[in-house]
């Protein structure tokens, strides 16, 4: 057993020593000697633990070094207000997740059709970074039709979880050596998810080390990027009313709020008409029900790799579950089916 796994393990249920030990029938002195790598457990205590955290007796013998989340988890430890458990948990299941895409990819070739820069934030302001990150992905004018495939097409891997909180609308890593991951909290309308993806973008090309004003940039650039000065900024002429932000919404696949805001933003609209159109939003109870919702873009290539594992090289998916630490009735529910690259 590595000690840091047991650690992991229970972190990720979101439980504390002492949580465990009225779970198990096991002393908290001795989880805390065994996560502190002081003294090892027994077996049967270990299948205790691994049957309580419904986990794999052999997930926690992985000896993968820790990875925290860096620069977003910075962020959202600052600005979420949720508590040291709670993060500790998204943490932990985030790390858990990295472990389990780096088993996966081991075995599959994913190729990025585009690189992915950096773009840092002393060098670059949010919305010359959006330009340049447009440019250097060759995307044409206006609206982005795909924002998910856009980014997958740079090797970015982007996963849907529960993450516990609706204050957390994502989180993103770059592992050193492996492909950059978004993480989604799961239940977001699309407008919102596009959003979300590239506010994460964001912190990954810009923001190496975190800054002050990390979230600020974030979502500069990430409205930035969908909606480019030059190319909205006719569409916002003539000014801004509540069934134009709607009809521009289906157009540009961004929320009404953040079209307003970009309106504003840009100075198409004054300070006295954004107030009263936000006033209005509120009225309409438009701020967590806007109208015109559309499908929400479907990621690929984990589904892509999980296809591999299945068609090319002959796994069953209780098989897979292994590879990832999982149970069979957990894998179905985190990992769905998928389509095909090239085997190595």
Not at 153 to 174: E, F, N, Q, T
Not at 272 to 294: C, D, I, T
Request: one cysteine or more.
């Amino acid at each position: 057993m590595i000690p840091r796994m047991l650690t992991l393990a229970r972190e990720s249920r979101g439980l504390s020593q002492s949580q465990l030990s009225k779970l198990t029938g096991i002393p908290q002195s001795i989880l805390s000697k065994a996560e502190n790598g002081v003294s090892p457990l027994s077996p049967e205590r270990l299948d205790k633990i691994a049957e309580a955290l419904d986990y794999p007796r052999d997930t926690f013998d992985w000896a993968d070094e820790p990875l925290g989340l860096g620069p977003s988890g910075f962020y959202h430890r600052k600005q979420s207000g949720l508590g040291q458990m709670a993060l500790n948990r998204i943490e932990a299941e985030i790390g858990l997740l990295v472990m389990q895409l780096r088993r996966l990819e081991r075995s599959v070739d994913v190729e990025p059709a585009h690189r992915f820069p950096v773009l840092d934030a002393d060098e670059y302001e949010p919305e010359e970074a959006a330009a340049v990150l447009r440019a250097t992905w060759h995307l044409p004018s206006g609206p982005v039709e795909n924002v998910v495939r856009t980014v997958e097409r740079a090797g970015v891997i982007v996963v849907r979880r529960d993450l516990g909180s609706a204050k957390i609308s994502g989180l993103s890593l770059h592992p050193p050596g492996d492909l950059p991951v978004i993480v989604l909290n799961t239940d977001m309308p699309a407008d919102r998810e596009r959003f979300t993806i590239m506010h994460e973008v964001g912190h990954l090309v810009m923001h190496q080390v975190p800054r002050d004003e990390g979230e600020r940039e974030a979502d500069v650039f990430a409205s930035a990027f969908l909606m480019p000065a030059r190319d909205i900024s006719p569409f916002l002429a003539g000014g801004m009313t509540i069934p134009k932000a709607v009809q521009l919404k289906q157009h540009w696949r961004c929320s009404m709020a953040s079209i307003i805001r970009r309106a504003h933003t840009l100075g198409k609209i004054d300070n006295a008409k954004y107030k009263s159109l936000n006033v209005q939003m509120s009225q309409l109870k438009y701020r967590k029900n806007e109208p015109g919702e559309f499908p929400r873009e479907e990621p690929r290539i984990l589904g892509d790799v999980l296809s591999v594992f299945r068609d090319d090289h002959g796994y069953s998916d209780t098989e897979l579950a292994t590879v990832v630490g999982l149970h069979a009735h957990e894998f179905y529910v985190r990992y769905g089916t998928g389509r095909r690259l090239r085997a190595v």
